[in-house]
């Protein structure tokens, strides 16, 4: 059972997505983001993320001329491209390709039965816990962290940005 959770994309925009996904061509779309209202975008859709509670569609944007993801739910209208403009390979997308490790650590702050509990739900070794995310996921990956304590509300993980490293392919 899933409670409270976020609305389902609409079903022709999912099935233009994964048309494009499979037959590698651009799409216009119409998309809501979070500081303005509905835009049409041009786009080269990569692939299908599901983060946080929700699907983003990767893509390459010529609108913003860069690599973006978009909520699904948030994408209003999609359809093929009637443009010339090539669809990008997935390879090209160095941010997803590129793979970091970040380091989060208990919160010292939080009663030491909490931190106990974040000791046996998470591979914590010498006190830090370790996750490979790549680039393009990071940011994700830091907010999954950020989660306070209902009681205390203090946060349940300390980002501990001076371990951040990139890794080698």
């Not at 702050?109 to 070794?125: F, G, K, Q």
Request: hydrophobic share 35%.
């Amino acid at each position: 059972e899933l409670i409270g959770g976020p609305n389902k994309p609409n079903f022709k925009v999912v099935q233009q997505i994964a048309k494009a996904l499979k037959y590698n061509y651009c799409l216009e779309i119409d998309y809501q983001s979070r500081k303005s209202l509905s835009e049409k975008r041009l786009i080269s859709p990569c692939r299908l993320v599901y983060v946080l509670n929700r699907y983003h569609l990767r893509a390459y944007s010529y609108t913003s001329t860069g690599w973006r993801d978009f909520v699904l739910t948030r994408i209003l209208k999609a359809s093929k491209s009637d443009s010339k403009i090539p669809w990008i390979e997935p390879s090209k997308d160095s941010d997803w390709s590129k793979k970091v490790e970040l380091t989060f650590a208990p919160n010292p702050e939080l009663p030491s039965d909490i931190v106990e509990t974040l000791e046996m739900d998470y591979p914590i070794e010498n006190g830090e816990l370790k996750v490979i995310t790549n680039l393009a996921n990071e940011i994700y990956a830091e907010r999954r962290f950020s989660v306070r304590d209902l009681e205390s509300d203090k946060r349940h993980w300390i980002h501990l940005d001076n371990k951040r490293r990139l890794l080698k392919d």
